[in-house]
């Protein structure tokens, strides 16, 4: 079966400074991996995905993921931390059993950008 | 945003009460998808169709139904609420070709719904 793990429930960082949201995947497959966000009181919008092509793959709004297969994990990084960048962020892992591409979703990180 | 739309956007309604909430979508997609989110759960799925007619359960379908008559819309079925049934709902559409590995979800604005 598929799972991710988010492995910090809240981050915390200061405006300009580097982010680093981690996650660990389980699969028997080559996953597909997505990172979403969503801003308070908001739907969610997709980040990235990883579907096995490069493995450093680049999102909206400078946000990269590397896909480390060694380590099982698929971590959320940018450069500088914006305020506006305050918001939860999911790591998804797309289902291979059965049909209908399901997702599993993972506990979320809700990530706080200060002064 | 994919063309999703939700409605209501927010409901409060009491324990025992049936509830119906609509998904409508605009770019003729064949899947769909109904999502419930609760803190510390991330968001997990109760029920998805892959067409008219077409549906199936999720992980967490106990006390939801579902219809799809058309392409458009995806209805969601609370027949008698619950308050462990409030929740944000949201509701997705798959992009994509069929067998393309690299096929996305896109979510709907979310209907936040209390059941008193």
């Known amino acids: 079966a598929q799972s991710v793990t988010q492995l910090d429930s809240h981050v915390s960082v200061s405006e300009g400074t580097p982010v680093l949201l981690r996650c660990n995947y389980s699969?028997?497959?080559?996953?597909?991996l997505f990172w979403y966000v969503q801003h308070p009181n908001k739907g969610l919008q997709l980040l990235l995905k990883?579907?096995?092509?490069?493995?450093l793959v680049k999102g909206i709004n400078g946000f990269e993921a590397e896909f480390k297969k060694s380590e099982t994990s698929f971590h959320l990084t940018k450069p500088s931390a914006h305020m506006s960048d305050a918001a939860e962020y999911f790591c998804?892992?797309?289902?291979?059993?059965?049909?209908?591409?399901?997702?599993?979703f993972g506990t979320g990180t809700q990530l706080k950008v200060e002064l | 945003d994919a063309g999703i739309t939700q409605s209501p956007r927010h409901k409060v309604t009491e324990t025992g009460t049936p509830v119906t909430l609509r998904c409508h979508q605009t770019?003729?997609?064949?899947?769909m998808y109904w999502y419930r989110q609760d803190p510390g759960h991330g968001l997990r799925l109760i029920h998805y169709?892959?067409?008219?007619?077409?549906?199936d359960k999720g992980e967490v379908s106990d006390g939801y139904s579902v219809s799809r008559s058309k392409t458009e819309d995806f209805l969601l079925t609370l027949e008698s609420a619950t308050s462990s049934q409030t929740s944000v709902y949201f509701c997705?559409?798959?992009?994509?070709?069929?067998?393309?590995?690299?096929?996305?979800?896109?979510f709907g604005p979310g209907t936040r719904l209390t059941v008193l």
């Open positions: 997705a559409i798959k992009s994509g070709l069929a067998g393309d590995s690299s096929d996305t979800q896109y």
């Open positions: 998804v892992v797309r289902r291979v059993t059965g049909g209908g591409n399901k997702l599993t």
């Open positions: 699969s028997s497959y080559s996953p597909s």
């Open positions: 770019e003729n997609h064949r899947y």
């Open positions: 169709s892959y067409g008219v007619k077409d549906t």
């Open positions: 990883y579907t096995s092509a490069a493995t």
